[in-house]
């Protein structure tokens, strides 16, 4: 299945079952697309998605948290001293938790992973 319909039927499955308060959102990235579902609110953002690689396999599950205040003075000081670009809400994460309990984090993994998705059943799993 071609990305562009994945993302389409992607759309339509959010729209239809996230929470209100919580919104969809994909961006460009390296080797593949990362999809997310965010919710803001005025302390962080929390972020829960996946990243689905060039070969259209979601093998990456993501979970992160960004803290406003912790972000306002760390940012800044990461540009300034050439670290980082530039830094926004939904790409930077205080809190990956990945990288916190990775032990926990895998025994999350479907043991499926790595799957490809063609066919709109894999899109909805």
Same mark, same amino acid.
């Given at each position: 299945?071609?990305? #562009?319909?994945?993302?389409?039927?992607?759309?339509?499955?959010?729209?239809? +079952?996230?929470?209100?308060?919580?919104?969809?959102?994909?961006?460009?990235?390296?080797?593949? +697309?990362?999809?997310?579902?965010?919710? !803001?609110?005025?302390? %962080?953002?929390?972020?829960?998605? @996946? $990243? +689905?690689? #060039? !070969?259209?396999?979601?093998?990456? %599950?993501?979970?992160?948290?960004?803290?406003?205040?912790?972000?306002?003075?760390?940012?800044? =000081?990461?540009?300034?001293?050439?670290?980082?670009?530039? %830094?926004?809400?939904?790409?930077?994460?205080?809190? $990956? =938790?990945?990288?916190?309990?990775?032990?926990? %984090? !895998?025994?999350?993994?479907?043991?499926?992973?790595?799957?490809?998705?063609?066919?709109?059943?894999? @899109? +909805?799993?």
């Amino acid at each position: 299945m071609e990305q #562009s319909k994945i993302i389409q039927k992607l759309k339509r499955i959010a729209d239809a +079952i996230i929470p209100e308060g919580y919104y969809y959102a994909e961006e460009e990235g390296y080797n593949g +697309i990362p999809v997310t579902i965010i919710r !803001k609110t005025i302390n %962080f953002v929390y972020n829960v998605g @996946v $990243w +689905i690689d #060039s !070969k259209n396999s979601y093998s990456q %599950f993501n979970t992160t948290v960004y803290f406003k205040q912790v972000e306002e003075v760390l940012n800044p =000081l990461l540009v300034k001293h050439g670290i980082i670009e530039d %830094f926004s809400e939904e790409n930077n994460r205080t809190i $990956w =938790l990945k990288t916190i309990e990775p032990e926990m %984090f !895998k025994q999350t993994l479907n043991p499926s992973y790595p799957k490809t998705i063609e066919t709109e059943q894999d @899109v +909805i799993d």
